[in-house]
């Protein structure tokens, strides 16, 4: 995963460059969440890991593509395609998706409860985030009935741990230390 982190990011770097440059965020990160659909599908995958000429493989995501790709898309699948980079497409979409949140000092938060959150719960610590963090936050809230009460907040490195079996794994661990 590592390895992948470090192959997608020059090109993730480039292609978010460019689309500020242009003016183009918008389309570019449609271009690339579509890209690394296809490099996600399994048939696809399968045609990756066998030994197609770079020229079918650009090819195939190109025509895949259709009218979602534009020339610079196009011209950066061939690019990758070149160097059998395809694979790091939605690791590149990630990258991208991230330059562009921090750009637009926009952080996207995990919050993960006990039971659903009602609008006026996710409002709060929306606000309370934002202002701990200094951003616009989007949250995205799951549920997970083994925390027993209480939530499990991820904003990039932060993670908040207010539930109930998260502090009975702490005092587990302070009685056993």
Known sequence: MSELTTIARPYAKAAFDFAVEKGELSQWAEMLAFTAE???DERVQHMLDASYSADKLAELFIAVGGDQLNTFGQNLIKVMAESQRLKALPEVCEQ???MRRDLEKEAEVQVISATA???EQQ???SDKLAARLE???KLNCSVDEALVAGVVIRAGDLVIDNS???RMRRLSD???S
């Open 38 to 40: 296809i490099a996600r």
């Open 96 to 98: 991208f998706l991230a």
């Open 117 to 119: 959150l009602s609008e």
């Open 123 to 125: 409002q709060a610590i």
């Open 135 to 137: 951003r616009k936050v």
């Open 164 to 166: 109930v079996s998260g």
């Open 174 to 176: 302070a009685l056993q």
